[in-house]
T-cell receptor, first 110, second 113 residues
Framework: NAGVTQTPKFQVLKTGQSMTLQCAQDMNHNSMYWYRQDPGMGLRLIYYSASEGTTDKGEVPNGYNVSRLNKREFSLRLESAAPSQTSVYFC?????????FGQGTRLTVV | QQPVQSPQAVILREGEDAVINCSSSKALYSVHWYRQKHGEAPVFLMILLKGGEQKGHEKISASFNEKKQQSSLYLTASQLSYSGTYFCGTEIGLGFGNEKLTFGTGTRLTIIP
């Protein structure tokens, strides 16, 4: 049972480049999330999806787009990366009380 | 808006007790607590629901005062394994479409022998 799988684990981008962070869960969960974690800022919600085809902005959505094409997968896209988007990104999924997190993607924008 | 946690950091000797507080400006349905070890993903500890009673997990327990929109996490007789960063998460509802889980800035707990 893999749980929540994020790819890639590490990525370095140049300013202005685009990329998509992938997240997949095999627990048949409805809710999925994208967070970013920065020193001293905790976990900040970027986007939330309650189910396939629905998404909702979180606290820091600017500069990001998401896609929930099916129940398993929830992707996060950076259209034009900026140094301020250097962070560790966590995907999570949940059904009921407990959220399960992926192992994170460490993204550096230079 | 993120819930506010205090303190930001605490250092304890093994066996000592600690309290971590979490407060929100919004009416809450539930409060979650997670722990994150360095370099790892956050892991669920417990959830407290509106109208529910105090929860416990080993020597870690928590309370939720929905009127004050506050929650506290209690760690008693701390062990080295309790070291990590603790996050409270809040949401205004439960169930489909309401599980928009927002976390606080975290409290870093260091236990020394």
């Amino acid at each position: 049972n893999a749980g929540v799988t994020q790819t890639p684990k590490f990525q370095v981008l140049k300013t202005g480049q685009s990329m998509t962070l992938q997240c997949a869960q095999d627990m048949n969960h409805n809710s999925m999330y994208w967070y970013r974690q920065d020193p001293g800022m905790g976990l900040r919600l970027i986007y939330y999806s309650a189910s396939e085809g629905t998404t909702d902005k979180g606290e820091v959505p600017n500069g990001y787009n998401v896609s929930r094409l099916n129940k398993r997968e929830f992707s996060l896209r950076l259209e034009s990366a900026a140094p301020s988007q250097t962070s560790v990104y966590f995907c999570a999924s949940r059904r009921g009380t407990e959220a399960f997190f992926g192992q994170g993607t460490r993204l550096t924008v230079v | 808006q993120q819930p506010v946690q205090s303190p930001q950091a605490v250092i304890l000797r093994e066996g000592e007790d600690a309290v971590i507080n979490c407060s929100s400006s919004k009416a809450l349905y539930s409060v979650h607590w997670y722990r994150q070890k360095h370099g790892e993903a956050p892991v669920f500890l417990m959830i407290l629901l509106k109208g529910g009673e105090q929860k416990g997990h080993e020597k870690i327990s928590a309370s939720f005062n929905e009127k004050k929109q506050q929650s506290s996490l209690y760690l008693t007789a701390s062990q080295l394994s309790y070291s990590g960063t603790y996050f409270c998460g809040t949401e205004i509802g439960l169930g489909f479409g309401n599980e928009k889980l927002t976390f606080g800035t975290g409290t870093r707990l260091t236990i020394i022998p």
